[in-house]
Structure formats: structure tokens, C-alpha cells
């Protein structure tokens, strides 16, 4: 296992140099520095650990020229709907705030932070080819990866014997190179678990030159079990098809049930029976829906908005976002609101927006602070539920939330979340009513108001849904009413 680690880390170091080259030099300065650094890298790496992944992958293909078992797909799971608000209520005027001790029912533990998958036994392969470097786009960021031609196959059918053999032909270390460049875009653009698997399947797509080719579906799947993720492929109507059991429900996705766990058809539009591989690769590990970082993405700038507080004239701005992150957004599985809080806002945004509201909150105490950001959030953004913008339930990430034209009741918490924890440094969570979600913020002090106890720590509810209201200011018809407490 030390032998291991050891080859991991030349290995990664290697394919950071590599994909730098292939991306920032010419041609023939790639085609240099590839050859003498697959050389010393060789020199480094031990030859049993070489060979392991290639006995793994052997036995693999075995497993796969047994019959696949046949399962019927489950209907895709809706995101839980929040029967919001049709217009949001203003709060009254003259409120004088007064310590009142609410209560929750259950709370959710803060999320760790997550590990990307590790590939298994992973190592370089000397190429005798010449080292051709391959540009593709992902969400109009340009990658390079080491590939060749050379290295395309066509399945003459879908049957288990045909995929085995193509599957022995992959793993004769052909690829060890493109996999490498795979794992260092994905360190260097920040990618988080789903937009990897995004980042494979454009790639994959885009060798092939199709969205629907069952060549580039074999890939991928190929690609991400050398990369450590769980996946299992499958067959219908003589085409393949991608499924990954995740750590979180994929809204909107048909899904199978394999030893009671769900395995997400990643194709939305599928419904109906399917023959699956149902082996399991060793050290395989499920995605994760979190991200702790947004992926790093060329700007391709949106139309400009104008945001304005109502009460406070001095925090106005011209806001544009990112439309590659709205695109990557756009195709990101709906998921927890938890998730969305966690996100934080672009550097596109924060560029525009942080010195505006810096300046407003400057030499503020933090209750007069977070009281202009909360109406700012309250007042600068057209209020309209997600069935009416959307036609379905739809959360939305802070980056959106600049975008769309209108925004409910868990877009306005999340993005005023996001605002105190940048802005305050002050610890903030969610608060998911039956029909509602609003935030909740710890002040260190005792500042009046409706209050929550949360692992010691005293909370005032902060609801940038209700107009006009204040912090430590619930809206009367939750005062007691039993809440969820979701840290983020």
C-alpha cells in the first residue's frame, strides 16, 4: 500500500506537468517534455503495482461476458415542493422585537467536507505513439488531454462477449495517459463529483462526435471506474446507458434498485426495462452532489441586471453572471437546499456586489449590518414561485439567483445565507418550515428577538421572504410552528 501512495504521487505530479505542457507550450515542447517525463516516471514506478489494474480489469471483463440481470426502472423521485407563498407578506410597521424562544423539531448535521473518489493502482503508460494532445470543450472552457485516433473502437454489437473483449482492449494501459489529464483537469478546474462526470462525457462524446453513441458511453463508463467512481452500465433497445448510485437523491432522474440501493439512470429521458452488469469494481466509491468549490469556467459574461435596496439607496449595483456557470447549473440534478447554500456565490458576482455592500455595511454592528443585507435581499429581487417561473419545484443556486428574473422563498434564504456567512462571518442556517424555508443567524450577544437554541449557541430568525421584517422578526404564522434546522 505505501508502494501505492508513492505511484499515485508520481503519477499525479507527472500529470500536472503533462496537461500544463499540453495546454501552455507548442507542440513540439508537449511532444518533449511527454517523452522524458514518461521515462523518469517509469524509472519510478513498480512493476507489480503496473500490473495489478491490468488483472483487475481482466477479471472485470470476465465477470461481464456473464448474462446481465434484467430490472424495470422506478419512476423518477420529485423534489419535495415547498406550497409557497403566492406574494410574500409584509411585515408590519413599528415592530419592537421581543425575546420569544422557538422551537425546533429535529436538526441536520453539518456536511463534511467531501473526497473525491481515488483511482485504483493508478500509472503511466510509456506511449510508443507520439504524444498527440486533444482539445475539447467543456461548458465553453477549452481542455486538453493526451489521445489518439489510433485509440477509437466500434462495437460491432451489444452483446456481453463483444463489450468484455472491447473492455480488455481499453484496459491494455492505452488510455493511461488521457485518464491522467482527466484527474488533473479535474483538480485544476475545481471540479466537483457531478461536473466530472460531465467533464468525461463531453469528452467522450466529443471523440466520437455524437451524444448518442454507444462507443463513447463504454468510455466513459471505462473512464470512471479507473477513476475510482461506482458505476454500472446497461442495455435497452441496442443502446447503452450509464447508471451511478449517489450519496443524494438525483431529482428527476429514473433510477434501478440494485441490493437496496438506487442506481440513477443518468439519461432523464429514459423510462422502461434494462439489462445490467451488476459487478462490482474494486474500491469503487458512490458521487456526491456536494461542492465545495465552483468549477472554474471561462466567463462568458450575461446581460447586466440592476439590483437596488429599497431602504437603503446606497447598495445598488449593475450585476452580470456567468453563462457557462448558468449553463453547468442549468444541467446540475436538483438536489438539497443545503447544497445550494453551500455553493457560494462567482467571483464574477462577488467582484461586482461585495465592494457595494462592504462599503454600505462599513463601521455597521453586525444586527445593523445584517439587518440592510437582508433587505437588500428582501426588496432588490421580483418575487415569483417556482411553479410559476419554473413549472416545477427548482431551487436555485446564489449565482441564479442574479439571473432568472424572479425568486422564492429558499432562493432568497439561501443567497442572504451565503451574503452573512461571506460579509458577517457569522454562522447561519436554514430553516425549513412545512411550507417555508428562512434562515437563522448566530450573533454572539443577546440581541431581542425569535430566537432558537442550537447546540448552545442562541440564533435569531432572519426571513428575507418577509418583507420589510427585521432580524429576530418570524413571520406570525410560524412563531409556533416546529421547524427543521438544516446546517450548512
Not at 456586489?353 to 462599513?362: E, G, Q, T, W
Request: proline content about 6%; some cysteine; glycine content about 2%.
Amino acid at each position: 500500500m505505501e508502494n501505492s501512495k508513492k505511484i499515485y504521487f508520481f503519477f499525479f505530479l507527472f500529470s500536472f506537468i503533462l496537461s500544463s505542457n499540453a495546454q501552455n507550450s507548442s507542440y513540439e515542447d508537449f511532444k518533449k517534455n511527454s517523452n522524458q517525463k514518461q521515462s523518469e516516471f517509469k524509472e519510478k514506478s513498480d512493476t507489480n503495482y503496473c500490473s495489478f489494474r491490468d488483472k483487475v480489469n481482466k477479471e472485470y471483463a470476465e465477470f461481464m461476458r456473464q448474462s446481465w440481470e434484467r430490472y424495470s426502472s422506478s419512476p423518477a423521485i420529485a423534489m419535495p415542493k415547498l406550497p409557497d407563498f403566492v406574494t410574500p407578506p409584509v411585515a408590519p410597521k413599528g415592530y419592537t422585537p421581543t425575546n420569544n424562544l422557538l422551537t425546533p423539531d429535529s436538526i441536520i448535521g453539518v456536511r463534511k467536507p467531501y473526497i473525491h473518489p481515488e483511482p485504483i493502482e493508478p500509472v503511466i503508460h510509456v506511449d510508443s505513439h507520439t504524444p498527440s494532445p486533444y482539445i475539447f470543450k467543456f461548458y465553453n472552457t477549452e481542455c486538453t488531454v493526451n489521445w489518439h485516433n489510433s485509440r477509437q473502437f466500434a462495437l460491432k454489437n451489444l452483446t456481453e462477449e463483444e463489450i468484455a473483449k472491447t473492455w480488455v482492449k481499453l484496459s491494455d494501459s492505452s488510455l493511461d495517459n488521457t485518464i491522467a489529464d482527466c484527474l488533473v483537469l479535474r483538480e485544476q478546474l475545481d471540479l466537483c463529483d457531478w461536473a466530472y462526470i460531465q467533464l468525461i462525457k463531453d469528452m467522450s462524446e466529443s471523440f466520437y462526435n455524437s451524444a448518442a453513441s454507444n462507443e463513447a458511453t463504454l468510455l466513459q463508463m471505462y473512464i470512471l471506474t479507473q477513476s475510482g467512481y461506482k458505476v454500472r452500465i446497461a442495455r435497452s433497445n441496442n443502446r447503452l446507458l450509464l447508471l451511478l448510485p449517489s450519496e443524494h437523491t438525483l431529482y428527476g432522474y429514473s433510477y434501478i434498485s440494485i441490493d437496496n440501493e438506487k442506481y440513477f439512470v443518468l439519461d432523464k429521458s429514459f423510462r422502461g426495462n434494462l439489462e445490467i452488469c451488476t459487478v462490482t469494481y474494486p474500491n469503487e466509491k458512490r458521487m456526491s452532489l456536494q461542492m465545495d468549490k465552483l468549477p472554474k469556467l471561462d466567463a462568458i459574461p450575461t446581460k447586466e441586471r440592476y439590483f437596488a435596496s429599497k431602504h437603503y439607496p446606497e447598495i445598488k449595483t449593475n450585476i452580470c453572471t456567468n453563462q457557462n456557470l448558468i449553463d453547468f447549473y442549468n444541467d446540475y440534478p436538483i438536489s438539497h437546499w443545503s447544497f445550494y447554500a453551500k455553493a457560494s456565490l462567482s467571483e464574477t458576482i462577488k467582484n461586482e456586489l461585495y465592494p457595494v455592500l462592504r462599503n454600505a455595511i462599513k463601521g455597521k454592528s453586525k444586527k445593523d449590518a445584517a439587518n440592510m443585507l437582508i433587505n437588500f435581499v428582501q426588496t432588490a429581487f421580483e418575487y415569483q414561485t417556482d411553479e410559476e417561473q419554473f413549472g416545477y419545484e427548482r431551487p436555485l443556486f446564489p449565482d441564479e439567483t442574479f439571473f432568472y428574473p424572479y425568486s422564492d422563498c429558499e432562493d432568497r434564504a439561501i443567497l442572504y445565507a451565503v451574503l452573512v456567512k461571506d460579509l458577517l462571518g457569522l454562522e447561519v442556517v436554514l430553516l425549513h418550515y412545512p411550507a417555508h424555508l428562512a434562515t437563522a443567524v448566530c450573533f454572539n450577544d443577546n440581541t431581542a428577538g425569535d430566537y432558537l437554541i442550537i447546540d448552545d449557541e442562541r440564533f435569531l430568525v432572519c426571513d428575507p421572504t418577509y418583507i420589510g421584517a427585521s432580524v429576530g422578526q418570524a413571520m406570525p404564522k410560524y412563531k409556533n410552528v416546529k421547524m427543521n434546522i438544516i446546517k450548512i
